[in-house]
């Protein structure tokens, strides 16, 4: 059905984020300052990754490829919300709406299997070292990225396909700095509570489903890591610790936006901000500062630069 018969709503308004100069010009360095570094701190950590000989192994393989995703979650959103913060009239038209909830739900679909992948890293290196090499083989590596590209993908399809040819004839205002799918599809002319479901089901089952296959497995690998002699169980423990707080911190916001039964519009908007501008700075910071081949590549590698830049 074509969408121009039923739809008199060709563009939503965002009621942003606050009436407050104060606070929007405190969110607006806060979220600048934020963009800016988890840009720069993951375009870091894949091109040192990518340059470095001694980083070429399957942990950091997957660690270049959820910074390539935290790029994705900061500029999904966050720059429109820069830029509207001091827009009196915000907008977005009905085919940016759709196309900023199929990235949204893509990206996230994509990076929750990359932790799960990532989990099963750690697990393989930790209780089961003699074989690592040959079960994390470049071939099970690329296996994961495939299927975290294509499960992502069809999250979002699935879920928007649904709601794309919704009727929207009457209010258009979201009451929030994004395209956020529960809301979007409460504003469409007509009953929407199985679809409602449907997101709370798809989305949360997904998010909810995936952090406890991931808190299973962490738990399993602690038990294990116990077993260890205290040198070989400190690291492990360190490590295990940078992936436990990245997992807590990415499922945290989505597991209560889509699974809290009673929402409220001030929490959601924080913790969209929290997961949109803080998360995606706080995984290279988590992943780079407390672990030691990184800093040494980056070291390696900021020396390179300063010797090339001496020689031309």
């Not at 497995?217 to 707080?245: C, E, M, P, R």
Request: glycine share 4%.
């Amino acid at each position: 059905m074509d969408r121009v018969n039923h739809t008199a709503v060709s563009e939503f308004v965002f009621l942003g984020l606050s009436n407050s100069w104060d606070i929007q010009l405190l969110l607006f360095a806060f979220s600048s300052v934020f963009y800016l570094a988890s840009m720069l701190g993951n375009s870091l950590i894949m091109f040192t990754v990518t340059s470095d000989p001694h980083l070429h192994s399957p942990m950091y393989f997957l660690l270049a490829n959820l910074s390539f995703i935290d790029l994705g979650v900061s500029s999904v959103t966050s720059p429109k919300m820069i830029y509207d913060l001091f827009k009196k009239h915000k907008v977005i038209s009905f085919s940016g709406c759709i196309t900023q909830m199929f990235f949204i739900h893509l990206i996230g679909g994509v990076e929750a299997v990359l932790l799960i992948a990532m989990a099963f890293d750690r697990y393989v290196a930790i209780c089961k070292p003699l074989h690592y090499l040959t079960i994390m083989s470049p071939r099970m590596c690329t296996v994961f990225l495939v299927a975290a590209w294509t499960i992502g993908f069809t999250h979002s399809t699935i879920q928007l396909a649904f709601v794309v040819n919704l009727p929207f004839c009457g209010p258009n205002k979201l009451d929030t700095f994004y395209c956020d799918l529960p809301r979007f599809i409460k504003l469409a002319c007509t009953d929407t509570y199985r679809l409602e479901f449907m997101v709370i089901a798809n989305s949360g089952f997904m998010s909810l489903g995936s952090f406890c296959i991931l808190v299973i497995s962490y738990i399993f690998i602690l038990v294990t890591v116990q077993k260890l002699s205290s040198g070989g169980s400190s690291k492990a423990l360190s490590t295990l610790s940078a992936h436990i707080t990245v997992v807590i911190l990415f499922f945290g916001p989505l597991i209560f936006v889509y699974t809290w039964p009673h929402p409220t519009s001030h929490l959601d908007k924080f913790l969209a901000i929290f997961d949109a501008v803080f998360t995606p700075f706080l995984n290279p910071v988590i992943y780079t500062f407390r672990n030691k081949e990184m800093k040494v590549a980056m070291r390696r590698l900021c020396s390179q630069i300063g010797n090339f830049r001496k020689i031309s």
